[in-house]
């Protein structure tokens, strides 16, 4: 086939997966985090990343939980409504083995935007009034020693126009490889994001590599049959990688749930360094792709936490409709 980006899963992390990248991946806490390219990266082996890590989910957890980050700049790491801070991530930043640095969420999505506007510096008023800007978590010394990280978090700079306005001046991520999961992709790259697009289209057009891996692939031809349905130009992407339930135990709107069940397991036994170890072993280190890995999740999960035609999430649609019908008598006896 011309033109075609698809390739495996283990390919695309063999080719565009290096050891020291910025690593930065798509989505949003429990919402289409790439945990199938994250499996395959920890089976392969890649180490030593610098993590812009955003509103980040267990992904990132299991990368730092098993050593692979060297340095990491974060706003907020948690399966939301199961763990507010995930545990590996905790651990290590509590006990110092962590290298890690704080931006506000606000200010870490605006960089990630900078990147993909190609600016060398980000102004911003937020932050200031706050401890963010007073306290590093990288000192500039361990800085230096990491050609990756900007030797400063930020600088205070006066406004050039009015000459009076103090405002804080942040770096810009120079992002090497992006990984995102979507609804849909085509064979040229063009991407389908369905839902909230968070951070996803910003670093693909900023990262060097971007690799995504979808639920479905729609030909060249039929995806730009409507293309105000498309999110990232094919341009942008290096790598398609057809991952079917590439974000569990994350939700993929339209298509899947969360896993509640899943993310409450992990909860528990991510608690001990033990407990962490048993996990990757028995959920990604036995197996030799992601196929393997639903066999273990197993199909009457799979099918529980498929989303429901019209609502985009998983329900039962019979309570639904109770609910509804109860508070439409409510609304007819006010």
């Not at 989910?57 to 692979?68: A, M, N, P, V």
């Amino acid at each position: 086939m011309k033109n075609t980006k698809v390739t495996s899963l283990h390919d695309a992390v063999k080719r565009y997966v290096e050891d020291g990248d910025t690593l930065c991946l798509g989505g949003f806490t429990t919402n289409r985090r790439p945990y199938a390219a994250i499996h395959e990266i920890l089976r392969q082996g890649q180490k030593d990343f610098i993590g812009e890590g955003g509103p980040a989910g267990g992904d990132w957890d299991l990368l730092i939980g098993e050593d692979r980050v060297k340095a990491y700049i974060n706003c907020y790491t948690a399966n939301s409504g199961f763990s507010n801070v995930l545990r590996r991530f905790r651990a290590k930043a509590e006990n110092g083995t962590l290298l890690m640095e704080d931006y506000s969420q606000d200010v870490e999505m605006l960089r990630l935007h900078a990147a993909s506007l190609g600016l060398p510096y980000l102004p911003v008023k937020l932050m200031q009034g706050t401890d963010l800007v007073d306290k590093w978590g990288i000192s500039k010394e361990e800085r230096e020693k990491i050609d990756k990280l900007p030797n400063d978090k930020f600088f205070y700079v006066t406004d050039p126009f009015s000459g009076d306005d103090k405002v804080v001046a942040v770096p810009v991520p120079q992002i090497d490889t992006a990984i995102i999961h979507a609804q849909v992709c085509s064979p040229d790259g063009t991407t389908r994001i369905i839902g909230d697009e968070f951070h996803d289209v910003d670093i693909a057009i900023a990262a060097k590599k971007t690799i995504v891996t979808c639920e479905e692939l729609m030909s060249n031809e039929d995806i730009r049959r409507d293309p105000t349905k498309n999110t990232i130009p094919g341009m942008c992407v290096d790598a398609v990688v057809h991952v079917p339930k590439g974000a569990h135990p994350s939700q993929c709107y339209g298509y899947y749930d969360y896993d509640a069940n899943f993310l409450r397991m992990y909860e528990q036994v991510s608690k001990t360094e033990e407990g962490f170890k048993a996990f990757v072993q028995e959920y990604i280190y036995n197996f030799k792709d992601h196929s393997e890995y639903l066999e273990k999740i197993g199909l009457e999960t799979l099918l529980n936490i498929m989303a429901v035609q019209g609502y985009g999430y998983a329900t039962d649609v019979l309570k639904k409709q109770a609910d509804n019908e109860e508070k439409g008598e409510d609304s007819d006896n006010e």
